[in-house]
Each structure stands twice: as C-alpha cells, then as structure tokens.
C-alpha cells in the first residue's frame, strides 16, 4: 500500500486518500470534503436549509409569477378572439416552459453528474436573470412563448437542488432538507402570484409613481419578472460559497479505496456502476405518483387563477390581480407555518408516505366544494377562499416531500441527479399538459353553464379531482413500492 501511494504521489494528478473512522477521503474531492463535515458533525443544517430554501426559490418563482397576469397578458397581445377563448392561449403559453423543461431535464441531470451540482445550479440561475427579463419585456404572443420555452430548456438547476438537498445533510436531517425544498416550492406558489398580482400593470394600479407613457406602462408586466431575474442575481452570488457535493476522483482511486476498505474490513456498500436506473421501479414508481400529482397540481393552480379572476356570468369569481395576490401571499404564511410547526410532527406520527395519502385524500371533497363558493360575496367570500387556498396549497407540499424522499433514496449518488433528471422531465411533461388542459377546460366548461350534467366549473374541478382520486390509489401496494435497506445501511 505504501508503495502505490508513493506512485501516485509521484504522478501528481491524484489525491492520497485518509482514512477517518473506517471511511476514506480524498484529500482533493469536493464530495469527500462534504462527507467528512457529516461524520464529524461538522455541518451546519441552518446555513444549508438557507441555500436550499433561495435555490428553489429561484428557480421556482418565474413558473408562479406570470399565473394572476397571464390572462391580461394575453388578452393585451390580442390573439384570442373571444374572451372566452384567451384561458386557451393563456394555457398554451404556461405550457411552453414545462415543455422546455421536459425536453432537457434528463441531460442536465447527466451535466449534474458529470461536472457537478454546483455547475448546474449556477447555469441554471443565470438562465433565470437573462430570459425571465426578457419575459417581462415581451411585445408578442410569440416572443413571450418562445421566452418561456427558454427559460424552461435551459434552467436544470431544481432537479439538481433535490438530490443536492439530499446529499448536503446526514440521513436524519434529509427530510428537512426536501421539505424545505417541497415548502420553497408552495411559498413560490405564493409570493410569485403574489409579486405578479400586485406589480403587473403598475401605469393602472399606481398612476402617481408610473405615468402614462413611461417604461413600466409600455412594459406593464416587466416590473415583477425584473425583480424576481434581481433576486435570482443576489442567490447568484451567494453562490460562490455553495459547497460541491458531487465526489470527483478517478477509476483508479476508486479501486484503491475498495482494497483499502477490504484490507482494514470495513463495511463498505456495493455500488454497480452499470445497474439499469430504468428497472428500479422504487424510483420509477414514486417518479410515475409525482407525475399524476404534478399534473393535477399545475392545472388547478392554472385553473384557479384564470377561475378567479373570470367573470361572475362565467361562474368565476370577478378578482382583481390584488384580489388573487392576497388570497395566495396568506395562503403563503400558512404554509410557512405549517411547514416549520405542524409537519414535523405529524410525520413523525403518521410517517411521510401515509402523510401523504391523508392530504390527497382530504383534497378531494375540499375541490369539488370550490364551485359552490361563488355563491358567497363580500368578506365571506374572501375568508372562504382563502382557507380553501391555504389547504389545497398544504396538501400537495405534503404529497411531494413523501415523494421525494422516497425518489432520493432508492438511487446512489452517481445516479442521483440522472434520477432527478428523469423525475422532472417526466414532470415537466406531465406539467406541459396541465395549463393547456386547465385552460382548455375551464374554457370549455364557462360554455356549458346550463348543462344538466355537472354544469358550468362543476365540470372542470370534478376533472381535476378524477386525477387526485389516480394519484391516491397509485400510493397504495402493490404500485408503489419503497427501496428496502440493505444489512449494511441498517446498521450505520
């Protein structure tokens, strides 16, 4: 053993390993620097927990921004030839991003883990402060959905942050760190609405600071995708401090390390290299849930936005933009409070996946009652929707941490971000579906008030609950199936 590390000391191009409690580290390995914090203790779950909590943020916000102002974006552009036919074109366009997305998912994660998490995220980030200002700057029906298309091919950066997030932290604290990026998530549900709703239009909401004329009146949807691409900058710089996850040694010290382990009998994994990742139906099945969930999830926040703010004949609700982002910013600090007081927990009591299954469940009548909200005005009308929001906001967070832990465990770290690549592409397909469908529904069903068979939206949001009802009987066995532990990890 001496011998080989005199070699490669004299070779120059690999780094000595050090052996610390029965692990080896590699001197000059990022990931081996990561994994050494951990043992030790030495990691700091706060400042992580931070890092996750702004990436996603990041990267989630310019999907959520653009939901309360889509439907007078596209209205100002003028290709819709009916007011009822703009949630169409409305849908089109929410779906150009996921598209996008799903097209490339799978080769960013391939970046992932090849060159790094750190790189992927950091490209991903820059992607947001270049083509989300562009968004915002948009003059046509066709610059906006090609703006869209390229903010979502080339932005890789959240499926990264899920396998980074489960990578920064010890087994114990993995949990925390998906339900801080499941809870990122829902709040960018929120503050992004929210942003969009009270900052689009300023020239009409605010005359006294943006007259007539003036920038912010010919761009009237650019002021909150420019502080949204302002804030993705300040998380860009923040960046030069992230930590590499990803372990970088060569073929050689890997078979080193192995003998190494061998000779001084440590317990050491197995990993196969080769192992097909598309026959690991503990990750393929969790990754087939979160799609159905997914699907559902992004129709109906497409839904409820263009449901809110329609006409009171089309059986909406006659919002304003304000009106919608005050609804979702309360719905934001519920959810902010659920995450941090009621979560943790119930998922102690009821475990995350059975967690899971009691909110989708809870979802379902909770939807179908949306319809007969609009019979209620004034302050009742607000209370109502707002605690309807608040749940329906807290119920997927709570389905996708489930999934996303269970996603994350059943793969090694050499396939992670291959793994979390194939969940958002197939996501983001699922999700490229969902405005189109949303729209294309609830536009149908506004032409349908006086059907006899579930008129008028009754329609739409029975629709959706037909998805949440597949996605709650697929988290059942035989169809999903959790990642058994080995010998070897039961006893760490």
């Known amino acids: 053993m001496a011998g080989d590390n005199e070699e490669d000391a004299g070779r120059g191009s690999r780094s000595e390993p050090l052996l610390v409690k029965k692990d080896v580290y590699y001197e000059n390995c990022p990931g081996c620097k990561v994994d050494r914090a951990k043992q030790l203790n030495q990691e700091s779950p706060f400042k992580y927990l931070l890092y996750i909590w702004m990436l996603t943020m990041c990267a989630t916000l310019p999907i959520t921004c653009i939901f309360p102002f889509l439907y007078f974006m596209v209205r100002d552009f003028g290709v819709a030839k009916t007011e009822a036919d703009i ?4 849908g089109y366009l929410g779906s150009s991003f996921m598209l996008g997305r799903g097209l490339t998912s799978v080769a960013w994660g391939i970046v992932a883990d090849r060159y790094g998490r750190k790189y992927t995220i950091v490209i991903g980030i820059i992607v947001v402060v270049v083509f989300n200002t562009l968004f915002g700057l948009s003059t046509s029906f066709w610059m906006a959905v090609i703006t869209r298309f390229l903010l979502g091919s080339l932005n890789g950066s959240l499926g990264t942050i899920k ?9 114990e604290h993995q949990a925390k760190g998906l339900a801080t990026f499941s809870s990122a998530w829902g709040i960018a549900l929120v503050i992004g609405p929210a942003l969009g709703g009270y900052l689009a239009l300023p020239a009409e909401k605010y005359p006294h600071l943006f007259p007539k004329g003036s920038f912010l009146d010919k761009f009237p949807y650019f002021l909150p995708c420019f502080l949204i691409s302002a804030f993705a900058f300040a998380v ?8 590499e996850t990803l372990h970088k040694h060569n073929v050689s010290n890997e078979s080193k390390r ?4 061998l000779e001084n009998e440590t317990p050491k994994k197995t990993v196969q290299k080769n192992e097909n990742i598309l026959l690991n139906w503990p990750l393929m099945s969790s990754i087939i849930v979160y799609c159905v969930f997914s699907l559902h999830d992004i129709a109906y926040t497409e839904v409820f936005s263009l449901w809110a703010v329609s006409p009171l004949e089309l059986g909406g609700l006659n919002f304003t933009t304000d009106d919608v982002g005050d609804v979702l910013s309360i719905s934001g600090f519920a959810l902010l409070l659920n995450q941090i007081f009621l979560y943790p927990p119930l998922e102690k009591a009821f475990g995350p996946i ?10 379902i009548p909770l939807l179908q009652s949306y319809p007969f909200i609009t019979m209620l005005s004034g302050f009742a009308l607000h209370l109502v929707i707002t605690i309807a929001s608040v749940f329906m906001l807290c119920f997927p967070t709570i389905i996708d941490t489930g999934l996303f832990l269970l996603q994350n465990r059943a793969v090694e770290q050499h396939q992670r ?21 949303g729209g294309a529904g609830l536009t149908w069903s506004q032409k349908r008030l006086n059907a006899s068979f579930l008129p008028g939206t009754h329609l739409v949001f029975f629709a959706l609950n037909l998805v949440e009802l597949l996605g709650l009987l697929m988290m059942f066995k035989p169809f999903l199936a959790e990642k058994k532990k080995t010998a070897s990890e039961q006893s760490q």
């Open 87 to 90: 949630g169409s074109y409305a």
């Open 163 to 171: 396998a980074y997030a489960t990578e920064i932290f010890r087994e």
């Open 236 to 243: 860009l710089v923040s960046c030069i401090w992230l930590p």
């Open 258 to 261: 192995d003998a190494e382990a």
């Open 354 to 363: 059975n967690l899971a299954r009691i909110a989708a469940a809870l979802s």
């Open 417 to 437: 971000g291959a793994a979390n690549g194939i969940a958002m592409t197939a996501m983001s397909l699922f999700k490229a579906v969902g405005p189109a469908a």
